[in-house]
């Protein structure tokens, strides 16, 4: 909206060149005025000079819980993004995303910092609308809104803004009258004199947050009153009671049960085309049901024009919430007569959506209401659907089956993932302004299952895509659950992108941090795959084109007539266990087989023993991180581990096999627990870390037959091994 700010050789972009450390979050730069330590210096260029990589690092260095080569790797990041900040390479938002930048703060200094009034004007805009009602004012959605917890957090990244414009605003207005233009800059004036009709510029900014850019839908009637009360409470907090003063000089507090509804997000008309359709055509198929679903476009336009009236009526029920001069009983009035006006029209779409249910009578589509709870964006948010749908996208939405709900969503191509949240992702992108914004936390799957590809094809297309991945031990995003998580980002672009991070783990520590030093690497967007791999380095995109170059995998040794591998389809947070026997499983001292150990077929004249080292590998252990769920061990994740053929001619590698399994099992001991169905069950458990130094033995020997660098193979080595050897807090994990 206002161009020129952004191009040319005075564009806002100058500000990131100009103080590049600014806008580097202080996590990402701790220490790096520092020099590094001699022993650790050293080993940058030199890989046989990492011994002390793996030690704690010291605090003038590091972040909390970081080891040396953590600290090295951050700093490098550093400089990296430091680099390309003073060389002026970052021009757009996808890169302030991609190099994890303080966007922010950035906004902020463009508003504060604005010489010409055209970018202040357009910022204000952007934020508030015009009265013209050319320019909507933002609108953030949150569709699974709760009680509220994602738009009270993005009203909290909002106020500022809004303060930053209002305090630029006088000071082009001060500075106007100090040459004797009083006359200049009228929308900025309006403006400091409306703020002047409130109690105080804070009451000011947050009711126009709350009525103009805040919305939500929950299907929980309770949840969205609470939603409500919060934002209400944090709006009435702004004003001290004054006893002089009519009504306390308390402003009425505005309405905003048309900005937060209850209703199905995922049953309803989402989109003009959905309910042009149903009304021209009579709800399935084109069946006609009567008058008021026949097969005619003049029903439609009748239905639009309605909506248009009840939009007019709308405004001036906005104009009047503005303005806050108005009594309770007119407020009231205004009210009924808008509800009034709507629930014909909501009436009429719940008589469409019913018979594309099969609910033909009244008493069917009441019954069918009850529990389907529908919602129809295009009716309940018309203003916004028409102009082509909300600019930001937020939430969290519920980690449900189809099974665990008692409705029935249609016509979303998501629907064979059998995922709430995926339907819920779906349906968002359909209310998603064509040049808008979408992030949520969702379960990992999203990008580490088959089901879930369908998804990230809908997300992805006409997009930029970031995915923030999340492990669930030691520590977890919510405490309430225990899953890995993945932070999405999309946004209209026509690069058509798609970035990722590694699988980050943290403790209680380094929480505070966790958000701050994430790192985006760039990934294919045309996958071959269904998964999108975790990775967050230039290095491990090397490895895994070398990998997945490989032909063969270990499913092209699979099949009856030969050896077997035995291994646990759960448990082993940083290990995961491959033997030639069955691991002890005793139930009251019986022995038996447990449910979560499977087996593997060898052909015949295969060396299982040296597919069982491939299978215990760093290497192995990379690769698993990198393109699976992280939470189970599916057949999937090691049938198609890649295994050169020239892996089963080497006799170093099946001698080291060998002596894997004879020292893990020499280390193993017998686990018991007692559960009241079961009674007590013995589970040989094993200690792998106290194998580690011959899985380093069988990786410097298949670096060879991946061909790995010596970086590379450093890196596969050490990867992860903070947490899977104990390095911080010194316990020693089992494969349990």
Same mark, same amino acid.
């Given at each position: 909206?206002?161009?020129?700010?952004?191009?040319?050789?005075?564009?806002?972009?100058?500000?990131?060149?100009?103080?590049?450390?600014?806008?580097?979050?202080?996590?990402?730069?701790?220490?790096?005025?520092?020099?590094?330590?001699?022993?650790?210096?050293?080993?940058?260029?030199?890989?046989?000079?990492?011994?002390?990589?793996?030690?704690?690092?010291?605090?003038?260095?590091?972040?909390?819980?970081?080891?040396?080569?953590?600290?090295?790797?951050?700093?490098?990041?550093?400089?990296?993004?430091?680099?390309?900040?003073?060389?002026?390479?970052?021009?757009?938002?996808?890169?302030?995303?991609?190099?994890?930048?303080?966007?922010?703060?950035?906004?902020?200094?463009?508003?504060?910092?604005?010489?010409?009034?055209?970018?202040?004007?357009?910022?204000?805009?952007?934020?508030?609308?015009?009265?013209?009602?050319?320019?909507?004012?933002?609108?953030?959605?949150?569709?699974?809104?709760?009680?509220?917890?994602?738009?009270?957090?993005?009203?909290?990244?909002?106020?500022?803004?809004?303060?930053?414009?209002?305090?630029?605003?006088?000071?082009?207005?001060?500075?106007?009258?100090?040459?004797?233009?009083?006359?200049?800059?009228?929308?900025?004036?309006?403006?400091?004199?409306?703020?002047?009709?409130?109690?105080?510029?804070?009451?000011?900014?947050?009711?126009?947050?709350?009525?103009?850019?805040?919305?939500?839908?929950?299907?929980?009637?309770?949840?969205?009153?609470?939603?409500?009360?919060?934002?209400?409470?944090?709006?009435?907090?702004?004003?001290?009671?004054?006893?002089?003063?009519?009504?306390?000089?308390?402003?009425?507090?505005?309405?905003?049960?048309?900005?937060?509804?209850?209703?199905?997000?995922?049953?309803?008309?989402?989109?003009?085309?959905?309910?042009?359709?149903?009304?021209?055509?009579?709800?399935?198929?084109?069946?006609?049901?009567?008058?008021?679903?026949?097969?005619?476009?003049?029903?439609?336009?009748?239905?639009?024009?309605?909506?248009?009236?009840?939009?007019?009526?709308?405004?001036?029920?906005?104009?009047?919430?503005?303005?806050?001069?108005?009594?309770?009983?007119?407020?009231?009035?205004?009210?009924?007569?808008?509800?009034?006006?709507?629930?014909?029209?909501?009436?009429?779409?719940?008589?469409?959506?019913?018979?594309?249910?099969?609910?033909?009578?009244?008493?069917?589509?009441?019954?069918?209401?009850?529990?389907?709870?529908?919602?129809?964006?295009?009716?309940?948010?018309?203003?916004?659907?028409?102009?082509?749908?909300?600019?930001?996208?937020?939430?969290?939405?519920?980690?449900?089956?189809? *099974?665990?709900?008692?409705? &029935? /969503?249609?016509?979303?191509? =998501? #629907? @064979?993932?059998?995922?709430?949240?995926? %339907?819920?992702?779906?349906?968002?992108?359909?209310?998603?302004?064509?040049?808008?914004?979408?992030?949520?936390?969702?379960?990992?799957?999203?990008?580490?299952?088959?089901?879930?590809?369908?998804?990230?094809?809908?997300?992805?297309?006409?997009?930029?895509?970031?995915?923030?991945?999340?492990?669930?031990?030691?520590?977890?995003?919510?405490?309430?659950?225990?899953?890995?998580?993945?932070?999405?980002?999309?946004?209209?672009?026509?690069?058509?992108?798609?970035?990722?991070?590694?699988?980050?783990?943290?403790?209680?520590?380094?929480?505070?941090?966790?958000?701050?030093?994430?790192?985006?690497?760039?990934?294919?967007?045309? *996958?071959?795959?269904?998964? &999108? /791999?975790?990775?967050?380095? =230039? #290095? @491990?995109?090397?490895?895994?084109?070398? %990998?997945?170059?490989?032909?063969?995998?270990?499913?092209?040794?699979?099949?009856?007539?030969?050896?077997?591998?035995?291994?646990?389809?759960?448990?082993?947070?940083?290990?995961?266990?491959?033997?030639?026997?069955?691991?002890?499983?005793?139930?009251?001292?019986?022995?038996?087989?447990?449910?979560?150990?499977?087996?593997?077929?060898?052909?015949?004249?295969?060396?299982?023993?040296?597919?069982?080292?491939?299978?215990?590998?760093?290497?192995?252990?990379?690769?698993?991180?990198?393109?699976?769920?992280?939470?189970?061990?599916?057949?999937?994740?090691?049938?198609?581990?890649?295994?050169?053929?020239?892996?089963?001619?080497?006799?170093?590698?099946?001698?080291?096999?060998?002596?894997?399994?004879?020292?893990?099992?020499?280390?193993?001991?017998?686990?018991?627990?007692?559960?009241?169905?079961?009674?007590?069950?013995?589970?040989?458990?094993?200690?792998?870390?106290?194998?580690?130094?011959?899985?380093?033995?069988?990786?410097?020997?298949?670096?060879?037959?991946?061909?790995?660098?010596?970086?590379?193979?450093?890196?596969?080595?050490?990867?992860?091994?903070?947490?899977?050897?104990?390095?911080?807090?010194?316990?020693?994990?089992?494969?349990?």
């Amino acid at each position: 909206k206002c161009e020129v700010a952004f191009t040319g050789e005075y564009s806002v972009w100058n500000l990131l060149a100009e103080e590049p450390d600014r806008y580097i979050y202080p996590a990402v730069q701790k220490g790096v005025e520092l020099p590094l330590p001699a022993s650790i210096e050293a080993g940058i260029a030199d890989v046989s000079k990492r011994t002390d990589w793996n030690t704690p690092a010291s605090s003038s260095h590091a972040l909390p819980t970081e080891i040396w080569r953590e600290t090295v790797a951050r700093r490098q990041r550093h400089t990296e993004v430091r680099g390309k900040l003073e060389r002026g390479e970052v021009t757009s938002a996808s890169d302030l995303i991609t190099l994890n930048l303080d966007i922010r703060q950035f906004v902020q200094d463009m508003v504060e910092r604005s010489e010409g009034a055209d970018l202040l004007r357009a910022v204000w805009e952007t934020l508030n609308g015009n009265k013209a009602g050319t320019v909507p004012p933002l609108s953030v959605l949150d569709p699974t809104c709760g009680s509220g917890a994602f738009l009270f957090a993005a009203l909290e990244i909002l106020q500022p803004l809004y303060t930053a414009c209002v305090e630029r605003m006088r000071g082009f207005v001060d500075d106007a009258d100090r040459v004797g233009r009083t006359s200049d800059h009228k929308l900025f004036r309006e403006t400091l004199e409306e703020i002047g009709k409130h109690p105080n510029e804070a009451y000011f900014i947050l009711k126009k947050i709350i009525t103009h850019n805040l919305f939500g839908v929950d299907i929980m009637d309770e949840a969205t009153e609470i939603c409500k009360l919060r934002l209400f409470l944090k709006l009435a907090a702004q004003v001290e009671p004054d006893e002089s003063k009519e009504n306390l000089g308390i402003e009425p507090l505005p309405d905003i049960d048309f900005n937060i509804r209850a209703g199905n997000t995922l049953i309803g008309f989402a989109t003009e085309k959905q309910m042009h359709n149903a009304v021209s055509h009579g709800g399935a198929s084109g069946t006609t049901t009567g008058d008021l679903l026949a097969v005619d476009d003049d029903k439609w336009l009748k239905f639009k024009a309605d909506l248009e009236v009840y939009d007019y009526q709308f405004s001036k029920f906005l104009e009047m919430q503005e303005e806050g001069a108005f009594s309770s009983t007119i407020a009231e009035n205004t009210k009924k007569a808008l509800r009034d006006r709507l629930q014909p029209l909501r009436d009429q779409a719940d008589t469409l959506l019913g018979h594309q249910y099969g609910k033909i009578s009244e008493t069917q589509r009441k019954e069918w209401k009850i529990t389907a709870k529908p919602f129809h964006w295009f009716v309940e948010f018309y203003r916004t659907l028409r102009a082509g749908g909300f600019d930001c996208i937020i939430g969290n939405p519920p980690y449900l089956e189809l *099974r665990e709900v008692d409705y &029935v /969503p249609r016509g979303y191509d =998501s #629907i @064979e993932t059998s995922a709430i949240h995926a %339907m819920c992702m779906e349906r968002s992108i359909h209310l998603l302004h064509p040049h808008g914004a979408i992030s949520m936390i969702v379960p990992l799957s999203l990008i580490s299952t088959q089901r879930m590809q369908i998804v990230q094809n809908i997300l992805e297309k006409n997009h930029n895509a970031w995915y923030a991945n999340y492990a669930w031990r030691p520590a977890k995003l919510f405490d309430t659950v225990n899953r890995a998580l993945t932070i999405f980002v999309a946004i209209s672009s026509e690069e058509l992108k798609v970035y990722t991070t590694t699988y980050q783990k943290w403790n209680s520590e380094s929480r505070d941090m966790l958000i701050y030093n994430l790192a985006f690497l760039e990934t294919e967007k045309k *996958r071959s795959f269904f998964w &999108v /791999p975790k990775i967050d380095r =230039s #290095i @491990e995109k090397d490895i895994l084109q070398k %990998m997945s170059s490989v032909k063969q995998s270990i499913q092209s040794f699979s099949a009856r007539g030969g050896g077997t591998i035995f291994y646990r389809c759960d448990g082993g947070l940083y290990w995961k266990v491959f033997t030639d026997y069955a691991p002890a499983f005793n139930v009251n001292g019986i022995s038996g087989h447990s449910t979560r150990e499977t087996k593997l077929p060898i052909r015949n004249n295969i060396d299982v023993k040296a597919l069982i080292a491939s299978l215990s590998s760093n290497s192995f252990w990379w690769w698993y991180s990198v393109t699976s769920n992280c939470r189970h061990l599916n057949p999937y994740d090691v049938l198609n581990f890649p295994v050169p053929l020239s892996v089963l001619n080497d006799e170093r590698l099946s001698t080291l096999g060998e002596e894997y399994v004879t020292n893990i099992t020499r280390n193993s001991s017998m686990l018991q627990r007692v559960q009241k169905q079961t009674g007590k069950t013995e589970t040989q458990s094993f200690k792998i870390q106290k194998s580690k130094g011959i899985i380093d033995e069988i990786d410097r020997i298949l670096a060879g037959h991946y061909r790995f660098t010596e970086e590379e193979l450093d890196f596969i080595i050490n990867y992860d091994i903070k947490y899977r050897m104990g390095l911080i807090n010194g316990n020693e994990e089992s494969e349990e």
